[in-house]
């Protein structure tokens, strides 16, 4: 079975261009998350779908990052215009709610940015 | 504020022992508790998943449960370099909310 797909692996951009990142889930996992992920420290959630409905996206900046899930599979996060501090790891998870008491997560390879 | 502690190191342990992590978290409705694995430059890779009390056993990891002191541990038993990674504890809420502890860094000695 095909684990969570992200692309691209690196990306590397001048402050202020716009980048986005895809991600195709896990089949069948209905729950998809986009993470940040820096230096030294833990995923921290920027938003998470159940099927296409974006059900918690209070810690995305709203004034530059966007998301959408559309038909409720793979996923697109965009930042416009990226800023220096945007640099991180981006990070794609999906999950199955329902029917398992662990609703276990599983990570795709991450998108490595750069904003120079 | 729902917080995950772990300790963030660094742990080393010689080839051979006993490598023991640490987690406590503030919520006490958290469902269940996750150990992932991350090598340098990798993503997280699940590695251990316990929901109920007690310990749960797969190979040479071992986690343990205590809902009641709201502690998570892992044990990583004969403890091999390969195993030199960070390891982050996350929950998960009845939500399906994630929250991640920052990680402990791991280095098992030759």
């Known amino acids: 079975e095909a684990g969570v797909v992200q692309s691209p692996r690196y990306k590397i951009i001048e402050k202020k261009q716009p980048v986005a990142f895809w991600c195709n889930p896990i089949?069948?996992?209905?729950?998809l998350y986009w993470y940040l992920q820096n230096l030294g420290q833990g995923p921290e959630l920027l938003i998470r779908y159940e099927n296409e409905e974006a059900v918690d996206d209070s810690q995305l900046p709203k004034d530059r990052f966007s998301a959408e899930r559309l038909k409720g599979v793979d996923s697109t996060l965009k930042i416009q215009p990226a800023e220096l501090g945007d640099s991180a790891v981006y990070l794609c998870a999906s999950s199955f709610r329902g029917g398992s008491t662990y609703n276990e997560q599983f990570f795709g390879p991450g998108t490595r940015l750069t904003v120079l | 504020q729902k917080e995950v502690e772990q300790n963030s190191g660094p742990l080393s342990v010689p080839e051979g022992a006993i490598a023991s992590l640490n987690c406590t978290y503030s919520?006490?409705?958290?469902?269940?508790f996750f150990w992932y694995r991350q090598y340098s430059g990798k993503s997280p890779e699940l590695i251990m998943s316990?929901?109920?009390?007690g310990d749960k056993e797969d190979g040479r990891f071992t986690a343990q449960l205590n809902k009641a002191s709201q502690y998570v541990s892992l044990l990583i038993r004969d403890s091999q370099p390969s195993d030199s990674a960070t390891y982050l504890c996350?929950?998960?809420?009845?939500?399906?909310?994630?929250?991640f502890g920052t990680g402990t860094s791991l280095t098992v000695i030759p």
């Open positions: 089949s069948g996992h209905n729950t």
């Open positions: 919520d006490r409705v958290s469902q269940s």
């Open positions: 316990i929901y109920s009390n």
């Open positions: 996350a929950v998960r809420e009845t939500g399906n909310q994630f929250y």
